[in-house]
């Protein structure tokens, strides 16, 4: 596998670079997170204060349900949008993870296909079944490691496209009950 030197020294060059990739792309994540949070936050506190200001212009209890029931949608579909800004945060930096870490599995793979042939050519007579054996063993490890990643792949897909039916019928449920609440509301009056 490493017949010079050189060889040696850039199987680790390739992975020092993935490593910088690795951790440039969590890095990346984590700004993002920290920028998300420090809007949400200031956000909330602006909120805070205009809410504040509200209640205390209320005169009386009808006026007081009615304002503090219309914090409940805005703040319904502000939670939600933040949860999915986080989510494709996470998602973008474990789909770009994923990229970094094929393209190490896949370079390792290479690498063990000329280990091989390496070791075929040097082999002594009569070693050709257990050369067979051996490719026969890494051909099936990675058609092994192939299906594990798409079953992987396709149990991600469908757990986001299950978040996003949640997500969804929550906040249409959300909305629903805020307008079946504003009649009744009304009606009080």
């Known amino acids: 596998m490493f017949a010079t030197p050189a060889q040696f020294a850039e199987m680790n060059k390739a992975q020092m670079d993935a490593l910088y990739a690795l951790s440039h792309t969590m890095f990346d994540a984590t700004e993002r997170l920290v920028d998300l949070n420090l809007a949400a936050a200031k956000a909330m506190l602006d909120e ?14 009808q006026e007081l349900l009615a304002t503090t029931g219309s914090f409940a949608q805005p703040a319904l579909d502000k939670a939600v ?52 054996m051996l490719k026969s063993a890494v051909a099936a490890a990675n058609t092994a490691y192939d299906t594990f990643a798409k079953a992987a792949k396709q149990a ?16 249409k449920a959300a909305a629903a009950a805020t307008d079946v609440a504003k009649p009744k509301s009304k009606k009080a009056a």
């Open 81 to 132: 949008s933040y949860s999915r800004n986080v989510y494709g945060i996470a998602s973008g930096a474990s789909a770009e993870a994923s990229k970094i870490f094929e393209a190490q599995i896949a370079e390792s793979n290479k690498k063990m296909a000329e280990l091989i042939d390496f070791a075929g050519k040097n082999a002594p007579a009569g070693s050709e079944p257990a050369m067979a």
């Open 156 to 171: 991600v897909d469908m757990v986001e496209s299950n978040v996003t039916a949640a997500t969804n019928a929550t906040v």
């Open 48 to 61: 805070s204060a205009d809410r504040a200001q509200m209640l205390m212009g209320v005169k009386d209890a």
